[in-house]
């Protein structure tokens, strides 16, 4: 898939070039959610460096799709032209096992979609998800999780998404 084309903005797939980027709006994500389950008081900043070694891999993987927005030129460009990320989001297809629930047992994941705050109610973030369930309708998923930040949750309802019928909890070893 190239980019999209009608309404709304450009929406790529995201190369090596991209990776400094994607890792600072990546990091803006959990800046923006808050609390100490997302940004610990204990934690460093060497997530950064471990993130970037695993987008880097990731980008050309069958399973992860990574979709960015180009800045425009009257955003917060450097002063040597580069022009950044406006926007990015990151999805992945995990194959489980087939149930009467899940047919094909292909689950999609919206791991992450953040918009630069210089770039946000332009549509960038409604650009990358409707190219994200594109990519996934594509390759027969039978469901797509995700997990939404109330200013996010609005988007994602418009799109389709409903409460998700099963209990979640977690655990941490």
């Known amino acids: 898939m190239g980019q ?6 450009a929406v790529r797939q995201a ?9 600072r709006l990546r990091a803006l994500l959990f800046e923006n959610l808050g609390g100490h389950f997302f940004s610990p008081a ?4 060497d997530w950064l ?5 695993v987008l880097k891999e990731q980008l050309t993987a069958d399973s992860v799709r990574i979709l960015v927005v ?3 030129r009257d955003g ?7 022009r950044g ?13 087939p149930g009467p629930h899940l047919r094909n047992g292909r689950i999609g994941h919206v791991i992450g979609v953040v918009t630069d705050p210089s770039y946000r109610r332009r549509g960038h973030s409604r650009s990358i998800m409707r190219s994200l369930l594109d990519w996934f309708e594509e390759r027969e998923v039978a469901r797509v999780d995700l997990y939404a ?3 996010g949750e609005p988007l994602y309802r418009e799109l389709g998404f409903t409460n998700h019928p099963d209990p979640a909890l977690y655990w941490r070893p």
């Open 76 to 82: 917060d460009s450097d002063s040597d032209g580069d």
């Open 149 to 151: 930040s109330a200013e």
């Open 15 to 23: 190369v090596e070039y991209d990776l400094v980027e994607l890792v």
């Open 70 to 72: 180009d800045g425009d």
């Open 49 to 53: 460096d471990a993130l970037a070694v």
């Open 85 to 97: 990320l406006a926007a990015c989001g990151i999805a992945t297809i995990e194959q489980r096992l």
């Open 4 to 9: 999209r084309k009608g309404n709304g903005p």
């Open 42 to 45: 204990s934690a460093d900043d």
